[in-house]
């Protein structure tokens, strides 16, 4: 299509913008030169009149000679012109005149955009019309560019356009004129300014067209990206703008994309124009956008949902590194000039890659390759250089080392195909091997040469060797086949681990192995040829063997993807795992895999019926056990087999004209090959029924029907039909269920959708308003209203009020006012005949509507009397029917937090019809009411009650108090959990209508329980069903299952430590076995009641294994992520491991610091005694290793001799005892050993074993293996006590001195130590601990921490356990030292402890302190100091009556007291019977009876007449304690003569006035002693701060304040 600049042409006149005093001029030359006579003015109003209506695609325009007055320039009076019209791409010439062309008057018409003239054609009308002119041209212009124009003609000032409403497309929407980017830093251009600024600088422009909105949000973020780049010192110099391409056409024919599709959103470009580069070959620039979804800004929109609503949740953001990263690549030339040697070297220092040329290159062709390869390849010209004879071109990689040669451009110089030379520069820019990215995918995509692909496991330790060799052999490979021929040369890439999954459509499977090799028409998942290298399986193993020689796998890699180039190697698909025994086996369902297709199917000579399926199609079960019933039936003949493969993993070949990612189920008939291993060439037949249809009979009917096999079809249908009641029944029973528990789940999860929208305050507006189901009633009515509403315009005239205003200027003001004043009293008139017909329609409608009402009325009286006499006889029968059917009665319920109170409401109860039935999850009542209509309320509470404490009792109206009728029931239920309950029944729905709230009966105090509680959540956890956990615990090797109510809010900080734990579990090794769950066990009431679920402080952890399913481990919640770890670890081993041969038992014994292995003689199954053994192992998770040997084994098979180290030996025989006595013991204790299995102990570190001999019950066995779980002799400490609290095992405890640990008593004290735990080896546990870091365990056993070593036993480690001291009753450290060292002497009496211990006859020791050796008591007139040691001696076994004192030393004035009770002895002196005692409670232990709770209480008085030990009751003093102290003494004193009364006479009288004369004296002097003392030591604390005030005053630390 030839292109014409805007310009006019000579002998045309051209209407554009140009002054009028120039128009005139030109229109009086050319009537001149035309031989026209005529006045300037007359020539003004010679125009062609036009008419024109566009279509989206088309223009429709009527050109008519000029109309008016005047006649045109040889024409006659009545002559009619002749009108011509020629169309080209931009413009009209329209020629109008009467006979020769010499006196035409012609005119160029530029149009307001382009058309397409050879889709354009003009017409003559045929008919004529109003306004139409007899010789006239119609035209139907093609545009160029399909939209709405906003006018015809480039300038229509001096032309009359008039809309031609009848071809008019009154649907084409109006478009929104859109603004051009604009900002300040942004310049409006033209074409001409838009040339000028190139030459002077960089250009980055926006050209648009006005009418596009496609671009609007790409050009928001032009705006911004241009302040941004613009602000930057790289881009300072650079020019940002826009050009409008409406108004500059040639810059868009030029620049733009002359296809039709110009206004995509994809289509937005920024063109970049360079002053060293020419002005016709801008660069192009991408705008993109980075989105961001605001999730809660859509699900808060309250339009969400409406019909035609866009919700508002997403953002753009312009993408300024990308944008100013493709800006600054675009900056630097395109080719460098190198004139020195040192600038070539320079040159190829600075870039990674780069390509010199030499000076006789064609430096064009050389500049528009390097144009092609911007960022990626850096061109340099270089310049007359001395040793350059012939033309070159070179290529130097920064990989390279110093002395490799560069690469040497291998085509044509003297003609430079540009093409080929980016393409080589572009392949061998790469290097060697790179690791794949989505990046490194399309830049390999856009050059198109085949890849080769290596899959190595670089986590994998142990397989370093085989990936390095792997690497090695891939990298050589790739040398050998780098280059840019396709059928040759291939580009390598290397992927790790992560993107295994894509060796699927390689052929490959899981387990994925590594390394792997493949080669590619195109990287990433799906797409293209995929070639996998034919490992022999099992791949996994057979790698290490192939890549083992580096060089015959290059040999053997490098010939296979020869063949493959060349076409001769079919592609590779995906393939199923190949199962474990895939021969067939006649009677059942063979299940094939690609990799098996073409042996088992293509390869078979039977007669196939094959099932394709998919593994998530409904009706699962019943499918399947429709091609079992086949199987089974078609079993006695060997010439028929059923199969079956699934789709969804496996290739499925397109002759079985399957859809890609279909579910659907088909079934195919495939005839048997000709003879035995040649495949079948014939097409398979394809089941055209319905698949969820097909049943037995159908399938073998249809196989009858094109089988080649000779068989019985009615036999088989019988046969089937007896299979069927058997297999069908039980598959239909999986299969509801499996739809139950999915009915269930989609359930769940709608009401936890719904919950969350209520709880969020979100509402769908659709839903609430009923928009949805109204615009699907209403359907298309609203745009038939429109439509209808359109024509209605049209006719009276409204649609032509925007034409009005869209058309041009008339051509005259006097012309438009007669066309005007004439088109308005048309409109006037038609107008009025509009309205007298419509008048007349509406007399017409009114006597049809009237006669329609009279008849309707009588219609609806004689309706109305039949429709009241139905509804009576209908509301009869219903009464009738109402009375016969039960009702739920109304109830209201009210709780507090231990109870529910229900109140059923049943009018006129006939108690004989009562019948209350509760449940734990239950609650149904059965009744009459007064006119024998049954009352049935049954529903399930939404938790378990207690049925212990529930009970019923009958309800009585009070509208008769004196003679009161039951009306009802009120029950009384307790509730298991104690908490508030958020409703009644579980399902709420169901009783809602029935029920209220019983405000009277419900607790008002009771707070609402935190329901807004969220479960723990997070990556890694995942949200679980009990049906779901059933499911997934097959799946999984262990699943940590977190159950917890949402009222509960006790595990807050657990569950974060417990979702953090999941969260770092991924990257474990071993943990990504694990599934962490969640499950909200009020809605799995059954669940959590099997399991004994609480809200407590435990934050319990269920942990589920696949191999114990219904056995699930409880732990405890865990304050830290990494505990919650340990416990995976610990319970992902087997709980038991199966021991059969020696390495076997190897692996056990030194997998762990203690290994327990039993011996049995029948198998895992039979033997009874395995049971215990597996419980044993279950409870000492983590602190010991199990194993087990059946069928016999023993110990010697394995190579360990039996002859152990036993637990505990077993007591010498009796001195008395005869040696056939003897002989018969030993032979029953074999004979024991021989029926019961043989447990040893294996501790690997310590390098023994011992043998479990004690009675094989649960208990000892539990025992004996937790304590030989820990070391034979451990150091107490911090992180050990842990352990020892969780196995709650006994502890022997060795006090040894820690400040010189190297003493002789330390030694001697270990080594006996050592020798307990020999002997004691499985019933105590022994640890040493420090003296000065431990000396608070020391007190519990009375025991003094400054007399070590010491020697005790816990029955626990811990606090309130009881504790057992040994005492040593040393005086003198030499006795001491004596002890420990007579080792044997020491080891008999520590023995002989422990075994008193371990029998039970041990006392138990308490916190004593310590008297002084020398201390004695001096007889009555002085206070017995009693410390616990001497307790028993001093006070229970003592002959006299005895007034105690239990006092803390931290009372207020304690001095005061202690004399008060000194004076006590002294009154009570000459009483022999009598003693006076005291007792520090804080350093001693008070024996329960006592009632001490509180040891700190200041003081307390007790009485203990004589009398036995066990026979001693004590008497408290009531008195208070509290007053002034000198009345104590006189008090006390009363209290114990009236305890003595009779056993012991003494004058009262007499020692209360001693007593209180002698009160008044010491007391105040002591008074007077301590005011002295406190007095003093106010005095000196005085001045020591004076002194330290004196001191800083003197360092000048006053100086800055003002004092």
């Known amino acids: 299509m030839p292109m014409h600049s805007r310009g006019h042409r000579a002998g045309w006149v051209s209407v554009r913008n140009l002054p009028s005093s120039i128009c005139r001029r030109l229109a009086c030359c050319l009537a001149a030169s035309a031989g026209v006579a005529g006045s300037t003015g007359q020539a003004e109003q010679l125009r062609p009149h036009l008419r024109w209506a566009q279509t989206n695609a088309t223009i429709s325009v009527e050109v008519s000679a000029p109309r008016g007055g005047s006649r045109l320039p040889g024409c006659a009076a009545e002559e009619a012109p002749v009108v011509d019209v020629s169309i080209q791409f931009d413009r009209l010439l329209v020629s109008a005149g009467c006979g020769g062309s010499d006196s035409s008057l012609r005119w160029d018409l530029e149009l307001r955009e382009d058309v397409l003239p050879e889709q354009s054609r003009s017409d003559r009308p045929v008919a004529t019309g109003v306004g139409t002119s007899p010789n006239s041209i119609l035209l139907l212009l093609r545009k160029s560019v399909q939209h709405r124009w906003d006018r015809l003609l480039m300038e229509e000032w001096s032309l009359s356009l008039p809309r031609d409403w009848k071809r008019e497309d009154r649907n084409l929407p109006d478009e929104d004129e859109v603004e051009l980017p604009r900002a300040q830093n942004l310049r409006r251009f033209d074409a001409q300014s838009l040339e000028a600024a190139a030459k002077e600088s960089i250009v980055v422009v926006a050209m648009r067209y006005p009418w596009c909105t496609a671009c609007a949000e790409k050009d928001n973020a032009f705006v911004k990206m241009s302040k941004v780049a613009g602000g930057k010192a790289e881009f300072s110099e650079v020019v940002f703008g826009t050009l409008d391409l409406r108004e500059e056409k040639s810059v868009a024919r030029r620049f733009w994309n002359s296809e039709q599709d110009v206004c995509l959103k994809s289509r937005c470009p920024l063109h970049v124009f360079k002053p060293d580069e020419p002005f016709s070959e801008p660069y192009t620039l991408g705008v993109h956008l980075l989105y961001e979804m605001n999730e ?27 944008f100013e990263r493709d800006l600054a690549l675009l900056i630097p030339p395109a080719l460098y000039r190198l004139e020195t040697e040192d600038d070539v070297r320079e040159f190829r220092r600075r870039w990674e890659t780069s390509v010199v040329g030499s000076p006789d290159i064609n430096a064009t062709d050389f500049r528009l390759a390097a144009r092609q390869l911007r960022g990626k390849a850096s061109f340099g010209l270089a310049g007359a250089i001395a040793g350059q004879a012939t033309p070159s071109v070179e290529l130097w990689r920064s990989e390279m080392a110093a002395g490799d040669s560069p690469l040497q451009y291998d085509g044509s110089l003297t003609s430079v195909n540009v093409s080929y030379l980016a393409r080589y520069a572009l392949v061998h820019s790469q290097p060697m091997l790179q690791n794949y990215s989505w990046d490194l995918k399309d830049a390999l995509e856009e050059i198109g040469m085949p890849v080769a692909v290596l899959w190595v496991n670089s986590s994998d330790v142990n397989n370093t060797n085989t990936t390095q060799r792997a690497l090695a052999s891939f990298r050589s490979l790739c040398e050998k086949r780098r280059g840019t021929n396709a059928l040759r040369h291939v580009l390598c890439c290397v992927m790790d681990q992560t993107y295994a999954y894509y060796q699927r459509d390689y052929g490959s499977h899981e387990p994925y192995p590594f390394p792997f090799f493949g080669l590619t028409k195109k990287l990433g998942f799906g797409d293209g040829d995929r070639f996998g290298y034919p490992f022999k399986e099992p791949v996994n193993k057979t790698v290490h063997g192939f890549f083992g020689s580096p060089k015959r796998a290059v040999k053997d890699m490098n010939v296979w993807l020869g063949r493959v180039l060349l076409g001769r190697v079919p592609p590779s698909h995906e393939s199923g795992l190949v199962p474990n025994h895939s021969a067939w086996v006649r009677g059942e369902v063979q299940e094939i895999v690609w990799k098996t297709y073409q042996k088992e199917i293509n390869g078979s000579t039977a007669d ?18 429709t091609m079992s019933i086949l199987a089974a039936t078609l079993k006695d003949y060997r010439d028929l087999k059923i199969a079956r493969m699934e789709v969804s993993q496996n290739y499925v070949p397109p002759l079985f004209g399957r859809k890609q990612f279909s579910k659907d189920t088909e079934y195919f008939f495939i005839p048997p090959s000709i003879a035995t291993g040649e495949w079948t060439p014939g097409t398979p037949v394809k089941y055209t029924g319905p698949a969820d249809e097909a049943t037995p009979g159908k399938l073998l009917r249809f196989l009858k029907k094109h089988s080649m096999s000779s068989w019985s079809l009615k036999e088989a249908l019988e046969s089937s039909a007896d299979l069927a009641e058997e297999i069908m029944g039980r598959a239909k029973l999986e299969q509801r269920e499996d739809d139950r528990a999915e009915e269930d789940k989609q359930q769940m999860i709608k009401k936890m959708m719904t919950t969350l929208k209520k709880e969020k305050g979100l509402v769908d507006v659709g839903e609430v308003m009923g928009l949805k189901k109204a615009a699907d009633a209403l359907g298309g009515e609203p745009k038939k209203e429109e439509d209808a509403a359109k024509k209605d315009n049209a006719k009276t005239g409204k649609g032509k009020e925007k034409t009005s205003r869209d058309a041009a200027p008339p051509k005259a003001p006097e012309q438009k006012r007669e066309e005007r004043r004439a088109q308005l009293k048309r409109e006037e008139e038609r107008q009025k005949e509009i309205d007298r017909k419509d008048k007349e329609k509406r007399r017409k409608r009114r006597e049809a509507e009237k006669q329609r009402q009279a008849k309707k009325k009588a219609e609806e009286a004689d309706r109305r009397a039949r429709a009241a006499k139905a509804a009576e006889e209908k509301r009869r029968k219903l009464e009738e029917e109402k009375l016969r059917q039960p009702t739920t009665p109304l109830f209201s319920w009210g709780q507090s937090k231990e109870q529910l109170r229900i109140s059923v409401l049943i009018p006129g109860l006939r108690e004989a019809s009562l019948n209350v039935t509760l449940a734990p999850d239950r609650v149904e009542v059965r009744g009459l009411d007064g006119r024998g209509r049954p009352h049935i309320l049954d529903f399930e509470l939404r938790e378990f009650i207690s049925m212990e404490n529930s009970s019923w009792s009958l309800r009585f109206s009070e509208e008769n108090p004196r003679d009161p009728r039951p009306d009802g029931v009120a029950l009384l239920l307790q509730k298991e959990l104690l908490h508030r309950w958020d409703r009644l029944a579980q399902d709420h729905a169901s009783v809602k209508q029935f029920m209220k709230k019983d405000w009277v009966q419900d607790d008002g105090d009771l707070q609402e329980d935190h329901e807004d509680i969220d479960l723990p959540s997070g990556p890694n956890v995942k949200k679980l069903t009990a049906a779901a956990l059933d499911r997934l615990s097959a799946s999984y090797s262990l699943v940590v299952l977190a159950p917890r109510f949402p009222w509960c809010d006790k595990c807050k900080e657990k569950d974060r430590e417990y979702v953090k734990s999941a969260k770092n579990s991924r990257d474990k090794e071993h943990l990504d076995r694990v599934l962490f769950a969640v499950m909200d066990v009020r ?28 056995e699930p481990y409880v732990v405890p919640g865990r304050r830290f992520s990494e505990e919650v770890q340990i416990d995976c670890y610990k319970h992902l081993v087997p709980v038991v491991s199966e021991v059969n041969n020696k390495t076997q038992l190897d692996r056990v014994t030194s997998a762990f610091d203690t290994a327990i292995v039993g011996f049995f003689g029948g198998t895992r199954q039979d033997d009874p005694w395995y049971p215990r053994f597996r419980a044993v192992a279950r409870e000492l998770r983590g602190h010991a290793i199990f194993g087990a040997s059946f069928n016999g084994l023993t110990p010697r098979d394995m190579g360990i001799d039996r002859d152990a180290t036993p637990a505990l030996r077993p007591p010498p ?4 005892e005869s040696e056939a006595a003897s002989q018969h013991a030993s032979e029953a204790v074999a004979a024991e050993s021989a029926e019961r299995p043989l447990v040893l102990l294996f501790k690997p570190k310590e390098q023994r074993h011992v043998e479990f001999t004690g009675e094989l019950t649960l208990d000892s066995l539990v025992r004996f293996s937790k304590v030989l779980s820990v070391p034979l002799v451990s150091e107490y400490s911090f992180e050990s006590r842990q352990k020892y609290q969780e196995l709650k095992v006994p502890l022997g405890m060795m006090w040894l001195d820690g400040e010189n640990e190297g003493k002789d008593e330390n030694i001697w004290a270990k080594d006996v130590l050592h020798r307990l735990a020999l002997r004691f080896s499985g019933h105590l546990v022994f640890v040493t601990l420090n003296n000065t870091r431990e000396a608070f365990l020391m007190r519990p056993m009375s025991l003094d921490p400054r007399r070590v070593p010491a020697f005790g036993i816990a029955t626990r480690d811990d606090q309130d356990s009881p504790k057992f001291g040994y005492d040593i009753q040393a005086t003198s450290w030499k006795e001491l030292s004596a002890f420990w060292e007579n080792k044997d002497a020491a080891f008999e009496r520590l023995a002989s402890m422990c075994t008193a211990f371990l029998e039970g006859t041990l006392e138990a020791s308490h916190e004593s302190a310590e008297l002084p050796a020398s201390y004695f008591w001096q007889g009555p007139g002085v206070v017995h100091e009693v410390v616990w040691k001497t307790f028993r001696d001093s006070v229970y076994r003592s002959d006299h009556d005895i007034l105690l004192e239990l006092y803390s030393p931290m009372r207020p004035q304690h001095r005061t007291h202690l004399t008060v009770l000194d004076l006590v002895a002294e009154a009570l002196g000459g009483v022999k019977t009598l003693k006076v005692a005291r007792m520090d409670t804080a350093n001693n232990y008070v024996l329960p009876e006592f009632g001490i709770s509180d040891k700190e209480k200041a003081s307390t008085i007790f009485f203990l007449p004589a009398a036995p030990e066990r026979h001693r009751k004590h008497r408290r003093f009531g008195g208070k304690l509290s007053g002034k102290a000198e009345d104590i003494p006189e008090r006390l004193l009363r209290f114990v003569h009236r305890e003595t009364r009779g056993s012991a006479d003494w004058d009262l009288g007499e020692r209360e006035a001693w007593v209180k004369k002698e009160a008044q004296v010491r007391i105040r002097r002591l008074r007077a002693i301590e005011k002295d003392y406190e007095k003093k030591m106010q005095d000196e604390w005085m001045q020591k701060e004076m002194e330290e005030f004196e001191r800083y005053k003197r360092l000048g630390k006053f100086d ?4």
């Open 296 to 322: 809660m800004a859509m699900m808060s929109d309250p339009m969400m949902g409406s019909p035609g609503h866009t919700p508002k949740g997403q953002t753009a953001k312009p993408n300024f590194e990308r």
């Open 1600 to 1603: 800055n304040l003002n004092l």
């Open 1213 to 1216: 025989t009796a001195a008395g």
């Open 608 to 625: 196939i019926l094959l099932e394709l399926y998919d593994n998530q199609r409904k009706k699962q079960h019943v499918l399947s056990a």
């Open 1083 to 1110: 809605e799995e009431k059954y669940f959590a009641r099997r399991h004994n679920i609480s809200c407590n402080d435990r934050c319990e952890l269920l942990l589920f294994k696949r191999d114990e399913p219904d």
